[in-house]
């Protein structure tokens, strides 16, 4: 069955440091992953996807994320912080028919 | 460009009322849309997803409903509202099979 994993509930980084969200996935197929953004009361941003291509994928606002299969990870990087990142981060794994399945959310805070 | 639009933006309603939540999409055709459920401090829940016009697929027993009476139009509703309807709903859809894109969402409390 699949499913996917976010290691840590909450992530606080300094402004300018780097950011690290972690995401285990498990699968029986070759999947496809996401990264969505979720600001306070707002709806979910595509942030990247990986579809069996590139294993290193970049996105918007600087984020990228790495498949790798021998470890089954998909985690989140960015290498600077700012203050408009702080967010919940999910990762998403893809069933065959289309439909997804979400990882519990990462909060990201950004201290000045 | 596509974009995909949600009403009303925040819904406080009473115990035992009904319920009505509409989302449109513009700028695709024949879109699969989808209609999730975020209660406090989770993650999303799958309710409904439709792939066509009147086709509706329901991934949880609930309290709600939903339909699709035009192409591009899917709306959420209960005959009575519970207290444990309140949440964060969110509306999707896609085209490529995939790659699901999200509107802003309703906030609904239910007292």
């Known amino acids: 069955a699949q499913s996917v994993t976010q290691l840590d509930s909450h992530v606080s980084v300094s402004e300018g440091t780097p950011v690290l969200l972690r995401c285990n996935y498990s699968?029986?197929?070759?999947?496809?992953l996401f990264w969505y953004v979720q600001h306070p009361n707002k709806g979910l941003q595509l942030l990247l996807k990986?579809?069996?291509?590139?294993?290193l994928v970049k996105g918007i606002n600087g984020f990228e994320a790495e498949f790798k299969k021998s470890e089954t990870s998909f985690h989140l990087t960015k290498p600077s912080a700012h203050m408009s990142d702080a967010a919940e981060y999910f990762c998403v794994v893809s069933l065959q028919g289309g439909k997804l399945i979400f990882g519990q959310g990462t909060e990201l805070s950004v201290k000045p | 460009s596509q974009t995909i639009h949600q009403w009303p933006a925040t819904l406080v309603q009473p115990v035992g009322s009904p319920l009505s939540l509409e989302c449109t999409v513009e700028?695709?055709?024949?879109?699969?849309l989808y209609w999730y459920r975020q209660a406090a401090g989770r993650g999303l829940q799958l309710l409904f997803y439709?792939?066509?016009?009147?086709?509706i697929s329901s991934e949880v027993p609930q309290n709600l409903s939903a339909s699709r009476p035009q192409d591009r139009q899917f709306i959420l509703s209960s005959k009575k509202l519970l207290l444990s309807d309140s949440g964060f709903y969110l509306c999707?859809?896609?085209?490529?099979?995939?790659?699901?894109?999200f509107g802003p969402g309703t906030r609904l409390l239910v007292l």
């Open positions: 990986y579809t069996s291509a590139a294993t």
């Open positions: 439709s792939v066509g016009i009147g086709q």
């Open positions: 699968s029986s197929y070759s999947p496809s």
């Open positions: 999707a859809w896609s085209v490529i099979k995939e790659t699901q894109y």
């Open positions: 700028g695709t055709s024949n879109p699969n």
